[in-house]
């Protein structure tokens, strides 16, 4: 595997062209772009990042189609490519992306079955790791980053619509975002440090997600 030096210089490119026919002719004609200025580099990327996230789970590049089963929306391909070092779905991630937006990065919890639901709101309920997951939460956007997630409009049953922590327990799903719009570094090695940078910010949060939310044992939806 070659070291991560950027993501290629027609990426971007080929995101808009997709966005604009998102098409089998289109993918067709250009698969090429799409495997060396943006699945290679990502694959790179994702090798230079292993050795300080081992520890955190396997890393993974999503494929590039869309499930259309079962949505309204029926185009064929996702018009990003993102990747993923995670042990199991829900019990912390460091997610990265690259698309017509740009590069994203995210972590924390992004779905969570049942089982999952009912440790996060247990540990949120407790002073202690409660109170932890909100020091966290709050300082990631302080400095930015968009905390976003499936939330109940009201408070989840049996719990007091009192609670210090009622907002944090209304979530199904928790998880941090932080965004870059295309510029030059997204091309160049110093893209490798944005993204080890911003996981890094990512990691108290995630342990939390790993000692308090863990993985599911339902069988996956």
Known sequence: MTGFTGFGEYAID???GLAADNSKTFWD????????????????????????????GEPRVFRPYRDVRFGKDKRPYKTH?????????????????VGTAGLRVGGGCFHLQSDQIARYRTA????VHGQALEK????LAKAGWEIKGDRLKTAPRGTDREHPRIELLKHRSLYAMFAWPPDDTLHEPGCLDRVRKAWRALRAFNDWARDHVGTSELPRR
């Not at 694959?43 to 520890?55: R, S």
């Not at 490519?81 to 992306?97: F, K, P, S």
């Not at 966290?136 to 300082?139: H, L, S």
């Open 81 to 97: 490519c993102g990747a993923v070092v995670e042990r199991g779905r829900g019990g912390g991630a460091y997610y990265v992306e």
């Open 136 to 139: 966290i939460v709050a300082k």
């Open 14 to 16: 080929f995101y808009d």
């Open 29 to 56: 004609a250009n698969k090429a772009t799409y495997d060396t200025d943006v699945k290679a580099p990502m694959v790179a990327l994702l090798g230079a990042l292993a050795p300080e996230f081992a520890d955190s």
């Open 124 to 127: 949120v309920a407790e002073d």
